[in-house]
Each structure stands twice: as structure tokens, then as C-alpha cells.
């Protein structure tokens, strides 16, 4: 079993700052990716960013240059730092991991999500 417990959502205002993170618990043999995902109201849910095993990074073209995505030395712990926020930002944002088990079995885990509103 592997859990996801996020932190760090709110309400802020345009142009502020906020700063998600993510632990990984539980059956963690090899975490392949770690990251983030949003889904606004209405919509799907969508990349943001992610940090792979080997320590490269992939964000969405909305993400670039505002976010940064960085993890702890153990790499179990995601964060978002999430600057010049704008009212489009205002989702649900959901932690992802893609962990593979001792069995070589590859699954995706989900945290429960947490709102991030942003009032223009």
C-alpha cells in the first residue's frame, strides 16, 4: 500500500505564492515519478509537473516560469512552489506517484487533492 498525504493549498490572491508538498508512504521500492496534476471545475485533469527518478523535470507550458517543482533528499516528499499565481491556477491539484513494487508491478497512486483558489 502507498499513501499520498498533500499539504498546502488555500485560498491566495493574484500575483501571490503557494507552496504544495506531497509525502509518499508505505510500500515505496523504486518511486519512478512524483508530480503534480490539476483539475479546474469543468475541466479534465491536466499535468502541471513532475519529477522523474533520475532527477529531470517536465512541466506544463502554463507552469513554465512561474512553478517549481523539487523534491527531499529521500525522494519521498514532492513539493510545488508556485509563484505569480493567477486566477486560471484555481484547481484541485492532486499528487501523483508512479511507483514499481518488488514484483516489478507498476502502479499510479493519487493523494486526495487540495484546492488551490486564486481571486483575481
Known amino acids: 500500500q502507498v499513501q499520498l498525504v498533500e499539504s498546502g493549498g488555500g485560498l491566495v490572491q493574484a500575483g501571490g505564492s503557494l507552496r504544495l508538498s506531497c509525502a509518499a508512504s508505505g510500500s515505496l521500492f523504486v518511486i519512478k515519478r512524483m508530480g503534480w496534476y490539476r483539475q479546474a471545475a469543468g475541466k479534465q485533469r491536466e499535468l502541471v509537473a513532475v519529477v522523474n527518478r533520475g532527477g529531470s523535470t517536465n512541466y506544463a507550458d502554463s507552469a513554465k516560469g512561474r512553478f517549481t517543482i523539487s523534491r527531499d533528499n529521500a525522494k519521498t516528499t514532492v513539493y510545488l512552489q508556485m509563484n505569480s499565481l493567477k486566477a486560471e491556477d484555481t484547481a484541485v491539484y492532486y499528487c501523483?506517484?508512479?511507483?514499481?513494487?518488488?514484483?516489478?508491478?507498476?502502479?499510479?497512486?493519487w493523494g486526495q487533492g487540495t484546492q488551490v483558489t486564486v481571486s483575481s
Open positions: 501523483n506517484a508512479d511507483i514499481l513494487s518488488r514484483q516489478s508491478v507498476r502502479d499510479a497512486y
